[in-house]
C-alpha cells in the first residue's frame, strides 16, 4: 500500500492549503480513508475522516473550515482548509484503513484508532 500526500506548505493566518493523498495497492472494497496531524510534542489526532459511501467525520476544532474529499477515479484524496489558524500548524499524514461494518457514530473507527497504513506527511506551518 502506497500513500503519497503533497500540498503542505507555509502560510499566513486565514489563508487556505489544499492537501492531496495519492493511494494504490489497497485491495479491499470497503475501506476509509482520513488526515491526521501531530504537532510538536503533541500526540497524532483525526483530523477527518471519509467512509466509502462518503459520510464524513471532522474533529470539532476544524468542523466548519476543512473539507475532505475523495476522487475515485483518481485515487486521490483531498483536504481542503480555510480560515488556517497557527494551531493548525502540524505534520499532516494521509492513511487508509478498513471500513467497520457496525455503527458507532461512524463507521471510521478502527482507522481513527490509528489501525491502518500511512503516508510519510506533508508540513503545513501557519503563522499568525
Known amino acids: 500500500v502506497q500513500l503519497v500526500e503533497s500540498g503542505g506548505a507555509s502560510v499566513q493566518a486565514g489563508g487556505s492549503l489544499r492537501l492531496s493523498c495519492g493511494f494504490s495497492?489497497?485491495?479491499?472494497?470497503?475501506?476509509?480513508m482520513g488526515w491526521f496531524r501531530q504537532a510538536p510534542g503533541k500526540e497524532r489526532e483525526a483530523v477527518a475522516t471519509?467512509?466509502?459511501?462518503?459520510?464524513?467525520s471532522y474533529a470539532d476544532s476544524v468542523k466548519g473550515r476543512f473539507t475532505i474529499s475523495k476522487d475515485n477515479a483518481k485515487n486521490t484524496l483531498y483536504l481542503q482548509m480555510n480560515s488556517l489558524k497557527p494551531e493548525d500548524t502540524a505534520m499532516y499524514y494521509c492513511?487508509?484503513?478498513?471500513?467497520?461494518?457496525?455503527?458507532?457514530?461512524?463507521?471510521?473507527?478502527?482507522?481513527?484508532?490509528?489501525?491502518?497504513?500511512w503516508g510519510q506527511g506533508t508540513q503545513v506551518t501557519v503563522s499568525s
Open positions: 492513511a487508509i484503513g478498513q471500513q467497520d461494518r457496525e455503527w458507532r457514530g461512524g463507521y471510521c473507527y478502527t482507522l481513527e484508532g490509528g489501525s491502518g497504513y
Open positions: 495497492g489497497y485491495t479491499q472494497s470497503s475501506y476509509c
Open positions: 471519509i467512509a466509502m459511501f462518503g459520510r464524513t
